[in-house]
């Protein structure tokens, strides 16, 4: 890992460019972005390298994922899988009964060999109804959702600031919206991300 | 007895005085009326002339338990009157989860534990109130009907702005309950925020295929690594400048690691 990083780390300081050249690898340019062909995914049917539900159990690299729609998932996690749990995570920290969103290429057999995953990852919008230690108590449709303040993990984004780690300025009757991972099967959310509109 | 009895009346009327005033009289509320449970059990339609109905039934309640003469009869009227109230929010708790109550001003929060409080509260207040009669109010009777008005305040939902949003700011000015001691380390979040600014992530966030692979911090930089369809990329991001183009990119054949 040490030698793989080391070897990173001097490619990408070595170059001396702030972009690598685009002779080397084709166009790096944002016209790149339009240049790709839209993928394949006829209107209104799923997206066959997508994958969503939660942890029915793990065996070996594989996880056996049933979908909010009863549709099971086999996801095989490789060593170049992106995997998220707050934050980037290694494979051990997926556990049964995490829900997951992930996307990779779905193999001839029906695995899906992912790409990235991304375990137990919330979007949700409210109210702050309270703030108590290290927790804000969120009130989502009249429904509670308590989220942790992670020391080191959880910053906030105030209107167009850049993401700070102080989550003071929070007040209590405003509206956030808080990216996190959810604990399952509770109202428990850590928080990632919140967003303040001020 | 006579003398808890006695203010009974008093509170329950000037309860009911409210609900029925902010009925009849905002706007906002009869707008929000198409919202609340009461639209779902007469249909939108009817929903207005419902409420002002209720209001009007709630004014003639309390019209008959603040004027004289006292009669048990005033206090058996609110008792089904409460009732009802408590019935209805049953059926919207059940019929209705998303929708609000209605009962005594605007506001989208649906049916909870503190309005079954409140009505609840509402129905002993009213059965007290049968034995209450003509007696004059002494001591005890004042404190008890204080502290039932104090409750009944306390449990409506709508005043929260008033009052328990104030005192939890100022708890939380006094407390700072999310105040962290000297962050020790840099949230990655603050990396890739930086990160996504960049030129250099938008030169090759077409190319990226994957979340963040792999972090670590040396020689004040952040090192971030992606994949990228059968290459690699890595970012350097600096840890302490705030200039997203001081960021680096380098896109690498990954047999070349091996």
């Not at chain 1, 170049?80 to 980037?88: D, E, R, V």
């Not at chain 1, 080191?152 to 929070?170: C, F, H, R, T």
């Not at chain 2, 609110?78 to 059926?91: D, E, I, M, R, W």
């Not at chain 2, 309005?115 to 207040?125: C, D, K, M, N, S």
Request: proline share 7%; glycine share 8%.
């Amino acid at each position: 890992m040490t030698s793989r990083r080391q070897l990173l780390k001097s490619a990408v300081l070595g170059g001396g460019a702030g972009v690598v050249a685009a002779t080397a690898f084709g166009s790096l340019g944002p016209e790149a972005a339009f240049a790709q062909a839209a993928p394949d995914v006829e209107p209104g049917t799923p997206d066959p390298n997508f994958a969503e539900g939660r942890i029915r159990s793990i065996k070996d690299n594989t996880l056996f994922v049933l979908g909010s729609n009863w549709v099971f998932h086999r996801i095989r996690v490789v060593d170049g899988t992106s995997l998220w749990k707050l934050g980037p995570v290694a494979f051990d920290q997926a556990k049964p009964g995490d829900g997951l969103y992930a996307r990779g290429v779905r193999m001839p057999d029906g695995v899906l060999a992912a790409e990235s995953v991304w375990f137990n990852i919330v979007n949700v919008k409210g109210h702050i109804q309270n703030i108590t230690s290290e927790k804000v108590h969120l009130d989502h449709n009249g429904k509670q959702i308590l989220c942790h303040l992670v020391a080191g993990k959880s910053v906030a984004v105030y209107s167009d600031a850049p993401p700070s780690a102080d989550l003071s300025q929070l007040r209590v009757g405003q509206h956030v919206q808080v990216l996190g991972a959810w604990r399952p099967d509770t109202n428990e959310v850590d928080i990632a991300t919140v967003f303040s509109p001020h | 007895m006579h003398g808890i009895a006695a203010p009974q009346p008093y509170v329950i009327a000037l309860f009911l005085l409210w609900a029925a005033l902010m009925k009849l009289l905002s706007r906002r509320m009869r707008a929000q009326a198409g919202q609340t449970a009461l639209a779902r059990l007469v249909g939108a339609a009817r929903a207005v002339p419902a409420l002002r109905l209720v209001a009007v039934l709630e004014l003639a309640v309390a019209a008959a338990l603040l004027l004289p003469p006292a009669s048990p009869l005033e206090g058996t009227a609110a008792t089904v009157l409460s009732a009802g109230f408590l019935l209805y929010l049953t059926y919207g708790r059940l019929a209705a989860p998303a929708s609000s109550c209605g009962c005594l001003g605007t506001h989208a929060r649906p049916v909870n534990w503190r309005g079954f409080g409140r009505a609840g509260l509402l129905l002993a207040v009213s059965v007290a109130a049968i034995w209450a009669g003509p007696y004059p109010l002494d001591a005890t009777g004042v404190v008890v009907g204080l502290a039932e008005a104090a409750a009944l305040l306390a449990l409506s939902a709508e005043l929260d702005r008033h009052w328990l949003t104030p005192l939890r700011r100022l708890l939380v000015r006094l407390r700072r309950p999310l105040a962290v001691v000297a962050p020790e380390k840099i949230p990655l979040e603050v990396s890739l925020r930086l990160l996504y600014l960049s030129p250099a992530y938008c030169s090759a966030s077409a190319r990226l295929t994957s979340d963040v692979q792999d972090v670590w911090d040396e020689d004040g930089l952040r090192f971030v690594v992606y994949a990228a369809r059968e290459r690699t990329a890595v970012f350097a991001v600096p840890l302490s400048d705030g200039d997203p183009s001081a960021v680096r990119v380098a896109l690498i054949q990954e047999p070349a690691l091996a």
